[in-house]
């Protein structure tokens, strides 16, 4: 069976092109030693998502000789992701694009030239640094999920392990914010030289979350005096540190079993499923990944960047992408994306592209979308939304080649509500020609995810919902309920209704409070009050 590793790939690349995968077209390994002596761009992340798209970008950029430096990539989780899925080979990948007819494009991809677990206790921390240090260093992009910028609890505090680990000080940070935001200290105190630091996980104004993130860290350790004034106007000083906003689509599932099983029948050995940690994402060799992507970032980087324009990337002003940003996550994909993880985990779905097979189903997420959604969408003039929502329905939902799963996409649903479906409320409260109290495929969907907390799916057995930080917390109020009996609801939704943190928005405040509780009494009714209520629902004029 063919390995993957680059003395393989040196010596065997006539192997690799043999059983139909493409092969580097440049000397990657000068190209590696040019990126750790100048560092072009770092990554934080290192997941499937980051494998499957940032990767591939530069890489091809590479093949284009429009650059010659590759990416660095570190995992600030100490779960063994590098150790285990990038040393053992090389920091290469197999990117497997599955295509809507079955078939199967697959290329090694060589463009991550050094990967790093970031741990103050190793020799990593002070690589770290030197990194940072260094003039060449033009951006930093992140992949971390919504939860990583979150320091705060559902009151607005802090939260208390982050507290006290940014009273620690500089030397000893495990929260990504908090070793980001130390080793900006370290260019700051190093010339204070300029940088672009790009957020590409999916919700709102992410570059000003991640701002808002770093300067909380940054201020208490003002506050502290464990670093200076000068600090605080290197990071808020737009013309040197610039956070831009971006907006990302690339759907990624954990490696496929069909994926693995045909990687084998073809001669392909490296491919090894690794659990990084319990209930967490599965890595491996190999990244298997949608045909369509999209990336839009706003144009603001102070240190110069790659033409990645030319590998695919749009580039423009924040308004625009603040327009595309908003047409993807809270309306035409990211919050059909979550009903049909809500409704897929009540219903017995392991596969979204069944779940689009499932006519009740189909009409949901058409409804949130050409029906609720799109009244508040505005054109970003480079790309067509009706068009897009029209490619996520039919096509990329749809595509019985993608593995990928409701409990997946489930995973942190507290942290993306206010996002995928508090925007869009926002916005019928506030325009005079839209009432909120219209909307009624929203309010289902977020009574179907207070339904869902319970545990308990559509034929009364219970289930095990996905991991989310705010399970156990928001989980106290549902346990007062009892499953069967609609009287038993009382007043317990209210504190997860009303909490502006999960919403956006307080409900009650707004005039959905009273409907999501109707919704929700529907859902509990007895085993199976979850397909009748949404086939009814859907099914009304």
Excluded at 49 to 73: P, Y
Excluded at 340 to 345: K, N, S, T
Aim: charged share 25%.
């Amino acid at each position: 069976m063919l390995r993957l590793g680059k003395e393989e790939l040196k010596n065997k690349k006539d192997c690799f092109e043999k059983i139909g995968i493409k092969t580097p077209e440049y000397n990657f390994e000068e190209v590696w030693e040019a990126t750790k002596k100048e560092p072009l761009w770092l990554h934080i992340g290192g997941g499937n998502l980051f494998r499957a798209f940032h990767s591939v970008l530069q890489h091809h950029l590479i093949e284009l000789k429009e650059a010659d430096k590759g990416i660095i990539v570190v995992s600030t989780s100490n779960d063994g992701k590098i150790e285990k899925a990038y040393h053992p080979y090389d920091n290469l990948c197999l990117d497997v694009t599955m295509k809507v007819d079955g078939t199967l494009d697959m290329e090694v991809i060589a463009s991550v030239a050094e990967s790093i677990t970031a741990d103050s206790k190793t020799s990593s921390w002070k690589r770290l640094k030197g990194i940072f240090r260094n003039p060449s260093l033009q951006f930093i992009t992140l992949t971390i999920t919504e939860k990583g910028y979150n320091l705060k609890d559902m009151d607005g505090k802090i939260q208390y392990s982050i507290q006290k680990e940014i009273e620690q000080g500089l030397e000893n940070p495990k929260h990504t914010m908090v070793i980001l935001t130390a080793l900006l200290f370290e260019r700051y105190q190093n010339g204070k030289v300029p940088l672009a630091l790009v957020s590409t996980d999916n919700f709102s104004h992410n570059g000003d979350k991640l701002k808002e993130a770093v300067m909380t860290v940054a201020s208490r350790w003002k506050e502290m005096n464990t670093v200076d004034q000068g600090f605080i106007e290197y990071l808020n000083d737009e013309d040197v540190i610039t956070f831009p906003w971006s907006m990302i689509d690339k759907i990624t599932p954990n490696p496929s079993l069909d994926v693995q099983e045909k990687l084998k029948e073809v001669g392909f050995g490296s491919i090894d499923l690794i659990q990084t940690r319990k209930n967490g994402p599965t890595i491996a060799p190999f990244v298997n990944t949608e045909e369509s992507e999209y990336l839009v970032i706003e144009d603001s980087f102070p240190n110069g960047r790659p033409s990645l324009e030319k590998a695919g990337v749009y580039f423009t002003e924040r308004e625009v992408v603040d327009r595309v940003e908003r047409m993807k996550v809270c309306t035409c994909l990211n919050p059909l994306h979550t009903a049909l993880a809500i409704f897929g985990c009540l219903l017995n779905y392991t596969s979204i592209a069944a779940e689009m097979k499932d006519k009740d189903l189909k009409a949901l997420v058409e409804k949130i979308g050409y029906v609720e959604g799109m009244k508040v969408v505005v054109d970003p003039g480079i790309i067509n939304p009706r068009e897009f929502l029209r490619e996520v329905i039919e096509i990329r939902f749809a595509n019985p080649n993608n593995p990928d799963t409701p409990q997946r996409i489930a995973t942190d649903t507290s942290q993306k509500l206010s996002i995928r479906f508090g925007e869009t409320l926002k916005l019928y409260v506030e325009r005079d020609d839209l009432d909120v109290n219209h909307l009624t495929f929203i309010p289902l969907t977020i009574a179907a995810w207070c339904r869902y907390l319970m545990g308990i799916n559509d034929d009364g057995e219970a289930f095990t919902p996905s991991p989310d930080p705010l399970l156990e917390e928001v989980q106290q109020y549902i346990q007062k309920i009892e499953f069967g009996n609609p009287d038993s609801v009382h007043n317990h939704l209210k504190p997860i209704l009303t909490n502006a943190q999960i919403f956006g928005v307080d409900l009650y405040e707004i005039g959905l409070g009273g409907k999501i509780e109707e919704f929700f009494k529907l859902l509990i009714k007895a085993p199976g009050a979850v397909r009748t209520t949404l086939h009814n629902m859907v099914r009304m004029p």
